[in-house]
């Protein structure tokens, strides 16, 4: 069946500091990767996605490189700011189904002091 | 931002009564899904909707109906809520099934039911 297994948080980090959320995921198939942010009390909105094996996300400074070997997609930022604080979600999507559903983790915990 | 809504968004309900969600979206999309957020779960599937009158159950269906009689309206009902139902529900909205296609989300639902 089809998984996705988050870091668990929640994570406290400095401002300017290194981020690293790791992914890592279960699929029949050739699944599409995604992260999602959650900002607070709002939906969900996709931060980025990789459809296929070496594949590089990127977006707002965030990275994510989609990994068949190790079945990863580790979300990093290079230097995060109090404003990337949220909840992140990593997920996946087989696009062998007719369902086009999503799969979620637990979602990880960021928060980032000035 | 994709043209989503949801209401309410805040709803305080007692054992035992029904519960009708809304979703709204101006994009004209096919596909919509139902999700419950709780803590420790991330995001899971109700019930979801490949086209007007045409719906299926998702991972968490038990206690939940939905209705597509247009395009742009899907609602989720909750036949006699309990408890165990409190959480903030999320509409999503894709455009296509297969798996590489961004899925919207609207802002929430909020639900306690006591």
Same mark, same amino acid.
């Given at each position: 069946g089809?998984?996705?297994?988050?870091?668990?948080?929640?994570? *406290?980090?400095? $401002?300017? %500091?290194?981020?690293?959320?790791?992914? *890592?995921?279960? %699929? *029949? =198939?050739?699944? !599409?990767?995604?992260?999602?942010?959650?900002?607070?009390?709002?939906?969900?909105?996709?931060?980025?996605? %990789?459809?296929? %094996?070496?594949?590089?996300? !990127?977006?707002? =400074?965030? $990275?994510?490189?989609?990994?068949? $070997?190790?079945? !990863?997609?580790?979300?990093?930022?290079g230097s995060v700011q109090v404003s990337d604080s949220a909840v992140y979600f990593c997920a996946l999507s087989d696009p062998g189904s007719t369902l086009g559903r999503l799969y979620f983790g637990r979602g990880t915990q960021l928060t980032v002091w000035p | 931002?994709?043209?989503?809504?949801?209401?309410?968004?805040?709803? /305080?309900?007692?054992?035992?009564?029904? /519960?009708?969600?809304?979703?709204?979206?101006?994009?004209n999309h096919r596909y919509m899904y139902w999700y419950r957020q709780d803590p420790g779960h991330g995001l899971r599937l109700i019930h979801y909707s490949y086209g007007v009158k045409d719906t299926d159950k998702g991972e968490v269906s038990d206690g939940y109906s939905v209705s597509r009689s247009k395009t742009e309206d899907f609602l989720l009902t909750l036949e006699s809520a309990t408890s165990s139902q409190t959480s903030v529900y999320f509409c999503a909205i894709s455009g296509s099934s297969g798996g590489q296609e961004t899925q919207y989300f609207g802002p929430g639902t909020r639900l306690l039911v006591l």
């Amino acid at each position: 069946g089809n998984s996705v297994t988050q870091m668990e948080g929640p994570v *406290t980090l400095s $401002e300017e %500091a290194f981020l690293t959320i790791n992914c *890592t995921y279960t %699929a *029949t =198939g050739y699944p !599409s990767l995604f992260w999602y942010v959650q900002y607070p009390g709002e939906g969900l909105q996709l931060l980025l996605k %990789a459809t296929k %094996a070496d594949d590089k996300g !990127s977006n707002k =400074g965030f $990275e994510a490189t989609y990994r068949k $070997e190790t079945t !990863s997609f580790h979300l990093e930022k290079g230097s995060v700011q109090v404003s990337d604080s949220a909840v992140y979600f990593c997920a996946l999507s087989d696009p062998g189904s007719t369902l086009g559903r999503l799969y979620f983790g637990r979602g990880t915990q960021l928060t980032v002091w000035p | 931002d994709a043209g989503i809504t949801q209401s309410p968004r805040h709803k /305080v309900t007692e054992t035992g009564t029904p /519960v009708t969600l809304r979703c709204h979206q101006t994009e004209n999309h096919r596909y919509m899904y139902w999700y419950r957020q709780d803590p420790g779960h991330g995001l899971r599937l109700i019930h979801y909707s490949y086209g007007v009158k045409d719906t299926d159950k998702g991972e968490v269906s038990d206690g939940y109906s939905v209705s597509r009689s247009k395009t742009e309206d899907f609602l989720l009902t909750l036949e006699s809520a309990t408890s165990s139902q409190t959480s903030v529900y999320f509409c999503a909205i894709s455009g296509s099934s297969g798996g590489q296609e961004t899925q919207y989300f609207g802002p929430g639902t909020r639900l306690l039911v006591l």
